[in-house]
């Protein structure tokens, strides 16, 4: 659980802080007196009470000075816990900030939804850094699920189905899930979510992005449902500047902070989709009940065996399934080769939650397809896998 300890004489912000903190958050905000102002550390974690505390929020209406003081004290003795700075910001004031170790700077006018998001990526940063702490005789940690939901095609829903699982992960693991949208393109994931995200991949493959993860994940946006996303550039023209070396070192950089990262990617075996299977511990292959897309499938399986880039964990998704289509499920089984494992049937939500820009799976609607994206979403719980995925697939025979 999160804790937030705030040191102010605004009564106002602290009440927007608990208004953030009391929603998607979990945790108390405890207040912490500024008259006089803690002499250091020992002085505000002696008043500590409940669980451990993770954010330090200091102003407004305490001495900068002070503020800066106490957070290099901090960033000194205790660097698992970040501290945020609310202040008007300046260049000196940025400068000072940064060096002190300061991990955020807040404006005193923010709102309840941009404080939020502070506390968010606080946290985060925290569980970094605790993780980071770890004793040389521990065990190394393990690195996250890449899940990459591909498909030679567009137009079959991938998508909607990566959106939906990343929703659906951060059920049982809030704020430890990534979406990507590794379609550098033509990716629409933001779009999808309805959001307006400040970064992109294209700030996120350069700069200091690149050799540090805490860097790395300023660049995200937060999602009301718990999880971050990674967008794709705004600009198509981006996507030459982007190449798949640097794609396989952004998603080993989220591996290491989530535990899961869910890549949509562009339809086709692209660069940018190669160095994601390359990385991948899981492709979700997503197929419309449709000849082309069959035969496109069976086509990008029979590459990638040749090339030996097959990730283990395969889960292979029908969508758009009709009865009505003139083909069984059967009969798409025996032409790509594999068990279809998740069956999603044609229905009026899908189209109506992607044009509200809220995944079925955020919005607990009841309909066959629905239950079958939970079904996809189970077989990553470990709570709910009693066997390996490849010991769940029957044998079918190919025509």
Known sequence: MSRFNVVT?????????RTAAGGTLTG??????????????EEILARQTGEPLEVLVLGPGIPVDKAIKLASVFDLMYPEISVILVHET??????????????????????ADAIRVMLERACLAAASRRRGLVPPNEPERQTGRII????????????????NL????????????????????????????QLNPEHNLSDAVGGSAANDSMVLKAYLTVHPAGIYVLAAPSNPADSEHISGEQVGHVLAQLASEFAFVVVDTSPGLGEHVLATLEQATDVVWVCGMDIPSIK?????????????????????????????SGLRVQDVEETIGVPVDVILPRSKTIPLSTNRGVPLLQDNVRDAAAKGLRKLVARFDPA?????????????VIS
Request: aromatic share 6%; hydrophobic share 40%.
């Open 148 to 163: 990459s939901v591909m498909s030679p095609k567009g137009g079959v829903g991938k998508t909607t189905v990566a959106t």
């Open 90 to 111: 300046t260049e000196k004031v940025a400068v000072q900030a940064m060096r002190s170790g300061v991990r955020d700077l807040l404006s005193p006018d923010a709102d």
């Open 384 to 396: 709910s896998q009693s066997k390996p995925h490849k010991q769940v697939h029957r044998r079918v």
């Open 9 to 17: 004489t605004v009564p106002e912000f602290e009440r927007k802080l």
């Open 296 to 324: 496109g499938l069976r086509a990008g399986l029979g590459v990638l065996h040749e090339i030996n880039l097959l990730p283990p964990g395969r889960h292979v998704v029908l969508n758009f399934a009709d009865k009505y």
């Open 166 to 193: 990343a929703i659906g992960l951060a059920k049982f693991a809030p704020m430890s899930v990534v979406l990507v949208d590794f379609d550098v393109q033509f990716g629409d994931v933001a779009s999808g979510l």
């Open 28 to 41: 108390n905000v405890q207040s912490i007196p500024s008259v006089p102002f803690p002499a250091g550390p």
